[in-house]
């Protein structure tokens, strides 16, 4: 009480302060909006084929992928954990699943079951190696099982892709809303339920304040471990539904699809305005993220530059997005 009460006087006195805090908080929480819009001006600037509606609708349909599995790593993120294994768990389950549907020849909906099942059951594994094993960080497990679950996917189907898919299975990826993608509408229907279930509910709650402090979580009562798995468990069954929309865009399950989709998973995460420390980070910011990826590739599309070119690009927008984070640490510290 003391100390807030000493803050709020040194705010009241020195104006400046108070100014600088006031910037702080704007740029925190609306610096990566202010971001995308930025880069959607000078984009429309350059190339006045962007703010076309088809390619606007591209776009949605693009980042869509990615906004799914970025949700899901927001949660091990909010942790102060990270979940490499996700492209491993997208490309295991859209496989299991097309070993149901196409060689089997069972229903579209028990394979979509399945799909969602493994990418659960994947997503609990890791948080049962991180919990009961006790490693030190969930870099090390995820590691581990991204190897595991793409080996499985290559092992399962001779490292030959799957193809042939229904109309049901093909739906989310493929089909629109008037021009709205339904894919994009999924990924809206995902972020208010994430939304709510991150600022409505104590086990939202809980997921923060482990974030915030693991040990002081641990000591007010907070079941931690259960709390982790269910984080991994929840990552495992968007990496699964991001790999749905994936065979809608393909009509085809590959062994090696979602390479490196963790890597853009983490960036939209962390362009965002989420933190790798833990407890701080939003469901809309994530959204944003993942716009802000699509976006800029689209945008290096239109201009012609190369697909190396882009990877350099993407990699200095991450570094950046990271040291903004050390900044902004360092200026709470203050």
Same mark, same amino acid.
């Given at each position: 009480?003391?100390?807030?009460?000493?803050?709020?006087?040194?705010?009241? /006195?020195?104006?400046?302060?108070?100014?600088?805090?006031? *910037?702080?908080?704007?740029?925190?929480?609306?610096?990566?909006?202010?971001?995308?819009? @930025?880069?959607?001006?000078?984009?429309?600037?350059?190339?006045?084929?962007?703010?076309? &509606?088809?390619?606007?609708?591209?776009? $949605?349909?693009?980042?869509?992928?990615?906004?799914?599995?970025?949700?899901?790593?927001?949660?091990?993120?909010?942790? $102060? @954990?990270?979940?490499?294994?996700?492209?491993?768990?997208?490309?295991? /389950?859209?496989?299991?699943?097309? #070993?149901?549907?196409?060689? *089997?020849?069972?229903?579209?909906?028990?394979?979509?079951?399945?799909?969602?099942?493994?990418?659960?059951?994947?997503? *609990?594994?890791?948080?049962?190696?991180?919990?009961?094993?006790?490693?030190?960080?969930?870099?090390?497990?995820?590691?581990?099982?991204?190897?595991?679950?793409?080996?499985? $996917?290559?092992?399962?189907?001779?490292?030959?892709?799957?193809? @042939?898919?229904?109309? &049901?299975?093909?739906?989310?990826?493929?089909?629109?809303?008037?021009?709205?993608?339904?894919?994009?509408?999924?990924?809206?229907?995902?972020?208010?339920?994430?939304?709510?279930?991150?600022?409505?509910?104590?086990?939202?709650?809980?997921?923060?304040?482990?974030?915030?402090?693991?040990?002081? &979580?641990?000591?007010? @009562?907070?079941?931690?471990?259960?709390?982790?798995?269910?984080?991994?468990?929840?990552?495992?069954?968007?990496?699964?539904?991001?790999?749905?929309?994936? #065979?809608?865009?393909?009509?085809?399950?590959?062994?090696?699809?979602?390479?490196?989709?963790?890597?853009?998973?983490? &960036?939209?995460?962390?362009?965002?305005?989420?933190?790798?420390?833990?407890?701080?980070?939003?469901? *809309?910011?994530?959204?944003?993220?993942?716009?802000?990826?699509?976006?800029?590739?689209?945008?290096?599309?239109?201009?012609?530059?190369?697909?190396?070119?882009?990877?350099?690009?993407?990699?200095?927008?991450?570094?950046? /997005?990271?040291?903004?984070?050390?900044?902004?640490?360092?200026?709470?510290?203050?």
């Amino acid at each position: 009480m003391m100390e807030q009460r000493s803050l709020e006087f040194g705010t009241k /006195a020195n104006p400046a302060l108070k100014e600088r805090r006031n *910037w702080r908080f704007i740029i925190n929480k609306f610096g990566a909006l202010f971001g995308l819009v @930025g880069l959607c001006v000078i984009l429309s600037i350059l190339t006045p084929s962007f703010l076309k &509606a088809d390619n606007l609708m591209n776009i $949605a349909r693009q980042s869509s992928i990615n906004a799914l599995l970025s949700l899901g790593m927001l949660l091990p993120i909010l942790t $102060a @954990g990270i979940d490499l294994s996700v492209g491993s768990i997208l490309a295991f /389950a859209i496989i299991s699943a097309g #070993i149901v549907t196409v060689t *089997w020849g069972m229903s579209p909906i028990l394979a979509i079951i399945v799909c969602l099942g493994i990418g659960a059951l994947a997503g *609990w594994l890791n948080g049962i190696l991180l919990t009961k094993l006790r490693l030190p960080h969930p870099f090390i497990s995820t590691l581990g099982t991204m190897n595991i679950f793409r080996g499985l $996917a290559l092992i399962v189907t001779g490292a030959s892709p799957i193809f @042939g898919f229904s109309y &049901a299975m093909n739906f989310v990826g493929q089909e629109n809303v008037g021009i709205i993608p339904v894919s994009f509408l999924l990924v809206i229907v995902a972020c208010i339920g994430f939304h709510m279930f991150l600022t409505r509910t104590s086990t939202g709650k809980y997921i923060y304040a482990i974030g915030g402090n693991k040990e002081a &979580a641990r000591l007010s @009562g907070i079941p931690v471990d259960r709390i982790l798995i269910l984080v991994y468990t929840i990552s495992g069954v968007m990496a699964a539904l991001g790999g749905l929309v994936l #065979i809608g865009r393909t009509n085809s399950a590959s062994p090696i699809a979602g390479l490196s989709y963790e890597l853009d998973a983490i &960036a939209a995460v962390i362009i965002g305005g989420a933190s790798f420390f833990g407890g701080v980070g939003t469901v *809309w910011g994530t959204l944003i993220g993942a716009m802000i990826i699509a976006v800029l590739r689209n945008g290096l599309n239109l201009l012609g530059t190369s697909s190396d070119l882009q990877t350099i690009i993407i990699g200095l927008v991450i570094i950046a /997005a990271v040291y903004v984070d050390v900044l902004r640490r360092k200026g709470d510290k203050k």
